[in-house]
């Protein structure tokens, strides 16, 4: 099976400082604005551009030292969050 690829929507910026580790995604549509936390940050800087899923696990992994299944499980929920507020495209 090949790897997932998700991206963020054209329309989905990301605002913060470069000194902390989170930050706020707004959503210009609809003039939402979410804080984000550590996490969530990092996968959302993936995604601007462009990433597969095992991009974000690795991410996941390598920052928090979690296990790779509690990753993949935390990524496809974020991934599957953010595609149901119409945020995010699947891409091949």
């Known amino acids: 099976m090949s790897d997932r690829r998700f ?9 913060g ?10 959503d210009t549509h609809s003039a939402t604005m979410c804080s984000c936390n550590e996490a969530a940050w990092i996968l959302l800087h993936a995604l601007k551009p462009g990433a597969s899923v095992s991009d974000l696990v690795a991410s996941l992994v390598t920052t928090f030292d979690v296990a790779e299944a ?4 935390d990524v496809m929920n974020f991934v599957q969050r953010l595609a149901a507020m119409g945020m995010v495209d699947e891409n091949a």
Do not use: N, Q, W
């Open 17 to 26: 400082d470069g000194g902390d580790p989170d930050g706020v995604l707004v």
């Open 7 to 15: 991206i963020l929507k054209p329309f989905i910026d990301l605002e």
């Open 70 to 73: 509690d990753a993949r499980s």
